[in-house]
């Protein structure tokens, strides 16, 4: 079984229980623990507390924390292989940070972000549309799906 890597916009997805939902929480309860990187936590704090309020946004951070993942810190090598990415992709810098975890570790990364798409070597699941699609990345222009529309440019 392989190894997944959580993008922010899967973990919103789980705790918004937004389409796709369903294909976290299954990856959650497999023996093989999936991963995340350090700013995940970040952007779920900030992100929740900008629109819900910082209570929201720390009761989400600590239900983030009790998920079983494995964290991966910033080392030397993930920061200079996020860098990279930086420098040679349309990325934001959390989206650089997150890609180059999922590198690091050979894991696929869950998400539903189109940035991703051109990063080569980078295995991918896309949780948009309504559903998981395994490597037709598809933008949100070609999605009919109303759950991702509302949040179009937040993730």
Same mark, same amino acid.
């Given at each position: 079984?392989?190894?997944?890597?959580?993008?922010?916009?899967?973990l919103?997805?789980?705790?918004?229980?937004?389409?796709?939902?369903?294909?976290v929480?299954? /990856?959650?309860?497999?023996?093989?623990?999936?991963?995340?990187?350090?700013?995940t936590r970040m952007?779920? /704090?900030y992100?929740?507390?900008?629109?819900?309020?910082e209570?929201?946004?720390?009761?989400?951070?600590?239900?983030?924390? *009790?998920?079983? +993942?494995?964290w991966l810190e910033?080392?030397?090598?993930?920061?200079?292989?996020?860098?990279e990415l930086?420098?040679?992709?349309?990325?934001?810098?959390?989206?650089?940070w997150?890609?180059?975890? *999922?590198l690091?570790?050979?894991?696929? /990364?869950l998400?539903?972000d189109?940035?991703?798409?051109p +990063? *080569?070597? /980078?295995?991918?699941?896309?949780?948009?549309?309504?559903?998981?699609?395994?490597f037709? +990345?598809?933008?949100?222009?070609g999605?009919e799906?109303p *759950?991702w529309?509302s949040?179009?440019?937040?993730?």
């Amino acid at each position: 079984m392989s190894r997944f890597c959580l993008d922010t916009s899967a973990l919103l997805t789980l705790r918004d229980n937004e389409p796709g939902a369903d294909r976290v929480a299954q /990856l959650l309860e497999t023996p093989v623990r999936c991963v995340a990187c350090f700013i995940t936590r970040m952007e779920v /704090l900030y992100r929740v507390w900008k629109v819900e309020g910082e209570r929201a946004g720390r009761l989400a951070y600590e239900q983030l924390q *009790a998920l079983p +993942i494995d964290w991966l810190e910033a080392t030397e090598p993930l920061l200079l292989s996020a860098a990279e990415l930086k420098a040679s992709h349309r990325l934001s810098l959390a989206d650089a940070w997150i890609a180059a975890a *999922a590198l690091q570790c050979g894991a696929t /990364l869950l998400h539903k972000d189109p940035e991703f798409q051109p +990063i *080569a070597g /980078l295995d991918q699941e896309w949780l948009g549309c309504g559903g998981v699609d395994r490597f037709a +990345i598809r933008p949100p222009g070609g999605c009919e799906n109303p *759950a991702w529309g509302s949040h179009q440019g937040q993730r």
